[in-house]
């Protein structure tokens, strides 16, 4: 079966009329087979897909009690253990949205969501629950009943236990439908306010195609996707995804660390791991020696570029390249360098891959709708009726931000990246529209520059912004931080002097600022207009 059949048989699949996601993703799996394994401090626990399935059938009954039924938004506040898959399938089986809520959020963050979702009901972890109590960001009559994991209730909170102990119904699980919603989680808000994103279930024949394109997680692999389910990769590919296609996925309980990681990997024998450049950056930073034995045959990264000195320093601490992948919350996985052998490639330096089967790229010219030429730089879209697996069509309750995704005839959705295409399809990432930095009539991506100071020992992590300048318009200043050492004038000029040669004389940064940690959030996406905005002060 080629790419593109496939592809068709997924749409196929996941647009059938009748489309139930618990069914999906739990009930049609062998229910001896390993849904999820959770690994914590103590140890790990498996969840199969028949206890999977008998668990949520028992929560789904305790939550219709308490009127929760279709298209109702539910959001759940809850670690990486057995209680979030439970309760994620047991909101399908009833047809309702689940609201995911990152747990490092502070108060207002999370009321933002839950406000603007119009939750009903928060299922809550009792270590988390104290961030729900009536303040400055919580109003204390909220209308959203809560449902408290273990300790730390509070008068008037549902215990999980009592609602975990109900009776199933026996009812057979909702159908959705190709276009009903079973996800509703929101952009991480770098510029402004987050905007709601409701998934329909259709979608989950991209997250697949994902699944088996990007990653190639196949039958006998130890999975593990190490993005928080809080976000859209984590939420995706950690859970959606392995879960519809029957796979076992790993979730990590425990805080992350360096050796943490070292542990999994080893422990679990995984052989196939997918995490964002931070993940890889840290572990470089950190200089542990790799266990002995590592299994790996996969590893993937996604959330920003990975700079070719982590590539170069995987190949030798992993034992396997590490393959970039792009994409959105609003759109899932849309470019990649697949280790799947029907879309394998040569992996080109920088290059974040080809469109993934389903989709079909372009990079528009800057200033009009007509193709850029090949190799300069423009805007990076997706052609939306060429795009088989396409499903987002806008924001929830928000159709001017909606027309500002989309080209005014809606051929193309505007990813709101800058990029450029070779000429076999490869795309290069050079930043977000609004952080390229216009020089003199040059066009600098910051991710080039960053990418060159990489290269130096000192230089753990850097972020490039630009700023104004009287003369130039724009000029570029870079955020560094280093591995150890103190930054000096000496160290700075080096660093102008490595751009120089490296990369391009006139886009060397035209000054170095030496910090502690670059402003980042939640996902691990560096926020650079905090960084122009400290500059600006």
Known sequence: MTASERVETLIEEYGAADLSVAHLLCDRHDPDAVAVTVVGDAGSVDLTYGELRRRSEAVAAGLAELGVGPGTRVAALLPKGVEL?????????????????????????????????????????GSQ?????????????????????????????????????????????AVQGPDGPFLQL???????????????????????????????????????NAADPGWAYGLYYALCAPLAAGRRTVLLESNFTPAVFWRVLDEQRVTNVAAAPTVFRALRTAGLPTPEGL??????????????????????????????????????MVAINGHHPDVRAEVRPSSMGRAMPGFVLAVLEQDGDGPAPTGEVGRVVVDVPASRLMWFTGYDGAPEKSAERFTADRAFYLTGDSGS?????????????????????????????????????????????????????????????????????????????????????????????????????????????????????
């Open 85 to 125: 898959p439970v309760v994620v399938v047991a909101l399908w089986r009833l047809g309702a949205v689940y609201v995911p809520l990152f747990t490092a959020f502070a108060a207002q963050g999370i009321v933002l969501r839950l406000e603007a979702s119009g939750a009903t009901v928060l299922v809550c972890h």
């Open 129 to 173: 629950r104290a961030k729900l109590d009536p303040g400055p960001d919580v109003p204390a009559d909220a209308p959203w009943r809560i449902v408290t994991v273990g300790e730390g209730a509070r008068e008037g909170d549902l215990s999980f236990d009592d609602l975990a102990a109900a009776q199933p119904t026996g009812a057979p699980p």
């Open 186 to 224: 929101y952009t991480s808000g770098t510029t402004g306010k987050p905007k709601g994103v409701v998934v329909p279930a259709r979608a989950l024949a991209s997250f697949v195609a994902y699944l088996e394109f990007g990653l190639d997680v196949r039958a006998d692999d130890v999975y593990w």
């Open 295 to 332: 299994v790996l045959r996969a590893a993937s990264s996604a959330g920003e570029p990975l700079t070719p000195d982590v590539v170069r320093w995987a190949e030798g601490a992993l034992g396997v390249a590490v393959l970039d992948h792009y994409g959105q919350t609003e759109l899932g």
């Open 421 to 537: 295409m070779d000429a076999d399809g490869h795309l290069y990432f050079t930043g977000r529209d609004d952080d390229v930095i216009l020089m003199a009539g040059y066009r600098i991506g910051p991710f080039d520059i960053e990418s060159v100071l990489a290269l130096h020992p000192d230089v753990a992590e850097s972020a490039v912004v630009g700023v104004p300048d009287e003369v130039r318009g724009e000029v570029a200043e870079a955020f560094v931080v280093l591995n150890g050492r103190t930054g000096d004038d000496e160290l700075a000029t080096e660093l102008q002097q490595l751009v120089r040669t490296r990369y391009a004389a006139h886009a060397y940064p035209r000054r170095v600022h030496f910090v502690d940690a670059l402003p980042k959030t939640p996902s691990g996406k560096v926020q650079r207009y905090l960084l122009r905005g400290e500059r600006a002060r």
